[in-house]
């Protein structure tokens, strides 16, 4: 599987669609982005049953912002549309692949009660 390019019209649907969705937000000027983008389409074409999502982050300014980019390449991992990773940096090959099998192994059931703790702890405001 090729990676796709992802909008701002099509990044929600996208990682919400459950599974593994991974997204590198990237710039055709970025050095380590060069770097890392063989990599990455590397990685989507083993691993066919997880979504590889680009955001070419000068086309798409305002999707970037809204998800809070600061530094290029960042890559982030979504499960069943639940944020589970993000860093910024170009990652080698086997840190992509460490990437993966973390992801596969979340036990999202704890995930997603520990997402509803936090809320349960979250001050409220007066």
């Known amino acids: 599987m090729t990676t796709q390019p992802l909008t701002i019209d099509t990044f929600e649907s996208t990682i919400t669609d459950g599974g593994i969705v991974l997204v ?13 983008a063989p990599v990455y389409a ?5 691993h066919q049953d997880i979504v590889f999502g680009s955001v070419d982050t000068e086309a798409e300014q305002e999707l970037a912002g809204a ?9 982030m991992a979504f499960r069943d549309g639940i944020l589970v990773f993000s860093q910024p940096g170009a ?6 692949e460490q990437v993966i099998s973390a992801v596969r192994e979340l036990d999202m059931d704890r995930v997603r009660s520990e997402i509803e703790q936090q809320k349960q702890d979250a001050p409220t405001g007066a």
């Open 67 to 75: 998800v809070g980019i600061t530094s290029i390449p960042t890559l």
């Open 91 to 96: 990652l080698p090959a086997s840190g992509l």
């Open 24 to 36: 590198d937000f990237w710039a055709s000027w970025c050095g380590p982005c060069r770097q890392f």
């Open 42 to 46: 590397a990685a989507s074409e083993e």
